[in-house]
């Protein structure tokens, strides 16, 4: 398994940043995927993501309706699209995979064991 995240930047707060991963190795519709995100001397915490029935979605309450997970079969590509950015979101951005986590336990990173390098995402104020 591979995934391989990219589209992170400078941006100024109240703009738009849209994340891929490129996964191999994964099958989505059976995988659950998901974006994580670790912002210095702090715990990665889960952002968003697509469960294991491949059609459900879940976010984390601080990227609620700014955040959008979804996917593209056909490209094995997972995308964050995140607007209205703050400075609370500056953070590396990781994407990840888990062929065996349960709903209740999507945003706990240590039931993924696929995980790509990180994106750095930096919002100014």
């Known amino acids: 398994v591979q995934l391989q995240a990219s589209g992170g930047g400078l941006v100024q707060a109240g703009g738009s940043l849209r994340l891929s991963c490129a996964a191999s190795?994964?099958?989505?519709?059976?995988?659950?995927v998901g974006w994580f995100r670790q912002a210095p001397g702090q715990e990665r915490e889960y952002v968003a993501g697509?469960?294991?029935?491949?059609?459900?979605?879940y976010y984390a309450d601080s990227v609620k309706g700014r955040f959008t997970v979804s996917r593209d079969t056909a490209k094995n590509t997972l995308y964050l699209q995140m607007n209205s950015l703050r400075p609370e979101d500056t953070a590396v951005y990781h994407c990840a995979a888990s062929r065996s986590v349960i709903t209740s336990s999507l945003a706990d990173p240590k039931y993924y064991h696929n995980w790509g390098q990180g994106t750095q995402v930096t919002v100014s104020s």
């Open positions: 190795g994964v099958t989505f519709s059976t995988w659950a």
């Open positions: 697509i469960g294991r029935s491949g059609t459900n979605t």
